[in-house]
């Protein structure tokens, strides 16, 4: 088993970049210890006014080690790349440091080295190549044509972080050997709302990712959220529900909402999704829908402009992985005996998640003590201001194979 973080380990805040390395190699799983591989996140670098992107990473470089690297494990070819260009200025940001200015995307330079890489990797057609970034390598520079240079693979994965949002992409005009698309998993971040509540403002809960590949085939995967057991995959809402003045769509009034948290993106192909829901009600099992259109995440939204009162200004509230059904009687909260199961289906067999709990307010968002700005009782808290240390490991999104 391997560990990569997903970038952002450090929050600009460089001073403690040796003890999050410390951190991240203390970890261990019953064979011994882990290795861990690094990826630059923008609060990586180092906020160098007027300086060069090269000149930004040379303290990641001394602490963590190359930004632009690739190595073999047993039929998966791994690739790290730098993902974010630093233009040369820099703003402030919270705590007291400063941050760098940047464009997300592969710079000419960055693509030719990663067309080099790939190749000299033999039996392409035989291995999965595992991308990782910090940006999603969606709607930035050569995104597509990194993602041209990966259909000589069997199989194909990119991950991501950045966001603070599970978010799968389905690549569907680049198919690889076998046939599928390229798929990309955006990952959620350790430290939810960093390091403010458990929660992202569309819900995604904090978390990381583990995927298990068989040969050259992802053949199992889930997100773990990091305060509950592997079982924690689904919440469920009541669409007549509100929350300080935030309430769902009239469209979903008297349904119960679903929601997973590493669906598949909305354009995969049916016959490719991976997930099936289905709602249990005195022993009578009915599918539910799948809402194809971007959903906001009216709890999660409340929660973060009302609780947090929007610490880093508008944030990414919406998600695709929901699915509805109508309540028996027309209200959800005044059903009884009913669960809602989530099926799960990877080439390494199927697993049934299940709830049967509705979710009616901010319960499992947390404002513990636990958290660097939220001591004290309810709302953001203070800023720590320069010095203060995360708790943990920056803002970091994570996945382990």
């Known amino acids: 088993m391997i560990g990569i973080a997903l970038g952002d380990q450090l929050t600009d805040n460089l001073a403690i970049s040796s003890s999050v390395r410390e951190v991240y190699t203390s970890i261990h799983t019953a064979g011994g210890t882990m290795p861990f591989f690094y990826v630059i996140g923008n609060h990586d670098h180092e906020s160098v006014e007027n300086g060069t992107d090269d000149q930004s990473t040379d303290s990641f470089l001394n602490n963590f080690g190359p930004t632009d690297y690739s190595f073999d494990i047993g039929n998966a070819h791994v690739i790290v790349v730098d993902d974010i260009d630093f233009n040369g200025n820099t703003e402030g940001g919270s705590g007291g440091y400063n941050h760098i200015k940047y464009r997300e995307g592969l710079t000419g330079e960055k693509l030719h080295w ?97 995927h298990t590949y068989d040969g050259a085939t992802l053949y199992w995967g889930y997100n773990k959220t990091w305060k509950e057991s592997e079982d924690f995959q689904i919440r469920v809402y009541s669409g007549d529900d509100s929350y300080s003045g935030y309430k769902w769509d009239d469209a979903y009034s008297g349904k119960f909402l679903a929601r997973v948290w590493d669906g598949d993106d909305p354009e995969t192909a049916s016959a490719d999704e991976t997930w099936t829901l289905n709602f249990v009600h005195d022993g009578q099992t009915v599918p539910m829908t799948r809402v194809r259109s971007a959903l906001v995440h009216q709890c999660g939204d409340s929660f973060y402009y009302e609780v947090l009162h929007a610490p880093f200004g508008n944030w990414v509230r919406t998600s695709y992985t929901w699915w509805v059904i109508d309540a028996p009687g027309g209200d959800p909260a005044a059903v ?40 004290g009782g309810p709302g953001p808290g203070p800023d720590p201001g320069p010095g203060a240390e995360s708790p943990s490991l920056g803002e970091d999104t994570s996945v382990s194979f």
């Open 336 to 375: 009884k005996n009913w669960k809602i199961t989530a099926t799960h289906k990877l080439p390494g067999g199927e697993k049934t998640y299940y709830t049967d709990v509705l979710s009616r307010d901010y319960t499992g968002y947390g404002l513990d003590s636990h958290f660097l700005w939220n001591n």
């Open 114 to 210: 990663l067309r080099e890489d790939i190749a000299h990797v033999e039996n392409k057609a035989g291995k999965v190549v595992l991308l990782c970034t910090h940006a999603p390598l969606t709607n930035c520079m050569n995104a597509d044509e990194a993602k041209l240079e990966l259909r000589a693979f069997k199989e194909a994965h990119i991950y991501s972080g950045h966001l603070h949002n599970l978010k799968n992409y389905t690549h569907s005009t680049y198919k690889t050997q076998n046939g599928r698309p390229i798929i990309e998993h955006g990952l959620q971040s350790l430290s939810g709302q960093i390091w403010r509540a458990d929660v992202s403002a569309n819900g995604s809960p904090a978390g990381y990712g583990v």
